[in-house]
């Protein structure tokens, strides 16, 4: 049977042909590029609130191990399957589940963050080069926007590119700025002795490091699809997290604590690399937002089955950088209500990576016994009622925990969401299967375009 044609671009709908696969090295570096952000930076700053730098050190090891295998069993699945987050969720969710978890995955929280992120951009250039017509937050939203899109237009060939160009060069200018700013500010006896008034529970920090890549985790499929064997996005994804995303949150609490702000650009500035501020500005947010992007205009492909991926990158990008330039820019707002939006949506992301999880390991392998197939021809439902019912029960509990406060079992917010999701998907299928009561209604057949 034919395996599709690909009329999308980059295998939106699609499982990836051999002849696309990358290496294990080639998956690690893409994942490194999406790391190499300021962002990253500054959330190392909320854990110095924190703790001290020990402390803060510990809670990242812990929350960002709980991240490597969240997310190197969903990365696995799409290694195994070749297929991307948005084919795959047409299993525990059924086609018409597959849409609404896209949407909440990645089709409208990653334009909000590319818009988020290309405001940070902007921001980050007016206060490094002020006064310049082009440095101004408009212009530079625009410009940097447009300059976010030409990656993620090309494809993941273009992503990994990038990736390894700019990882090693974005790492090594955090490694000045780390040095000058302990250099510049006591050095690390005086680093090591520093202490927030007060200390939050280690559950706090815990949840927070591992809130702050959840999402990121449900799309790690995006990525891992293109590996030469099932388990190199495994691989890749865990290395990229527990041993770098940990050195970023360190960078970051460490200057916190010396001066009081997550300050490696204004470090780097002070011992006269104005210019290397600005690139670790520039790469930093280009390799993440590019892929933002990209997984964006993959959703949508697959949610609307029209336009091929590089409309979408066009059509998401211009809506992402208008509201960068427009919000952030002309009028002067705060981006807070999109901001405020995402973190909801947020709260729904982990529990469908959730449900994910438990149909491919339990339920398709051991319940109902079937394989994970996207060529012309194959079968899937509509809706399948224990998926759907389990993001939205989950996902409005980690909300609830979010919003007012509420301790679930762990303690830990969005793994009780995780946790419950996962628990509740798995009993409603097994009692409906049991009790022969169709759960998943209507059929779909994958057309010879994915669709």
Same mark, same amino acid.
């Given at each position: ?57 510990? &809670? ?167 590996? =030469? ?48 501020? @600005? ?39 211009? =809506? ?23 973190? @909801? ?43 759907? &019912? ?62």
């Amino acid at each position: 049977m034919s395996q599709g044609r690909d009329i999308y671009g980059d295998y939106a709908t699609l499982p990836i042909p051999e002849s696309e696969l990358r290496s294990t090295l080639n998956i690690f570096m893409v994942y490194m590029g999406v790391l190499a952000v300021i962002a990253a930076i500054f959330a190392g700053s909320g854990l110095a609130q924190m703790y001290d730098l020990k402390t803060a050190i510990s &809670v990242s090891i812990i929350g960002n191990m709980l991240l490597a295998i969240f997310g190197g069993l969903i990365a696995y699945i799409g290694g195994a399957t070749k297929a991307n987050t948005y084919m795959l969720l047409r299993y525990p969710l059924g086609r018409i589940g597959a849409i609404i978890g896209s949407l909440i995955v990645s089709a409208l929280p990653l334009i909000i963050w590319f818009a988020v992120e290309t405001w940070l951009f902007a921001i980050t250039v007016n206060v490094i080069y002020p006064g310049h017509p082009l440095t101004s937050i408009v212009a530079s939203s625009i410009w940097g926007g447009l300059l976010m899109m030409t990656t993620a237009y090309i494809g993941y060939k273009a992503l990994s590119i990038l990736s390894y160009i700019t990882v090693p060069f974005w790492y090594t200018l955090i490694m000045i700025g780390l040095a000058a700013a302990i250099d510049l500010n006591g050095g690390f006896d005086i680093l090591w002795r520093i202490r927030p008034q007060t200390i939050a529970p280690l559950g706090i920090g815990i949840t927070y490091v591992f809130g702050l890549y959840a999402a990121g985790c449900v799309i790690t499929s995006d990525v891992s699809r293109y590996g =030469i064997k099932k388990w190199s996005g495994s691989i890749a994804w865990g290395v990229h997290v527990v041993l770098f995303m940990t050195f970023l949150l360190f960078a970051g609490a460490a200057m916190t604590l010396l001066t009081g702000a997550p300050n490696v650009i204004v470090a780097i500035a002070q011992i006269g690399l104005g210019v290397g501020a @600005l690139l670790l500005a520039i790469l930093g947010q280009w390799t993440t937002n590019d892929n933002n992007l990209w997984s964006a205009a993959l959703a949508w492909v697959n949610i609307t089955g029209k336009l091929t991926k590089r409309v979408w990158v066009l059509i998401t990008g211009v =809506i992402g950088t208008a509201i960068a330039a427009l919000w952030g820019g002309l009028w002067g707002m705060s981006l807070d209500p999109f901001i405020m939006f995402g973190i @909801l949506l947020g709260n729904f992301i982990p529990p469908v990576g959730a449900v994910l999880i438990a149909d491919y390991y339990i339920v398709s392998k051991h319940l109902i016994k079937r394989e994970y197939k996207f060529i012309p021809g194959s079968k899937v439902s509509l809706v399948n009622i224990p998926g759907v &019912v389990s993001i939205f029960i989950g996902g409005f509990a980690g909300w609830v925990a979010t919003t007012y406060g509420y301790r679930l079992p762990t303690g830990i917010g969005v793994a009780d969401s995780i946790i419950l999701s996962f628990i509740l998907y798995l009993i409603l299928t097994t009692i409906m299967y049991k009790l022969k009561i169709k759960f998943e209604i209507g059929e779909w057949i994958i057309s010879e375009v994915g669709i």
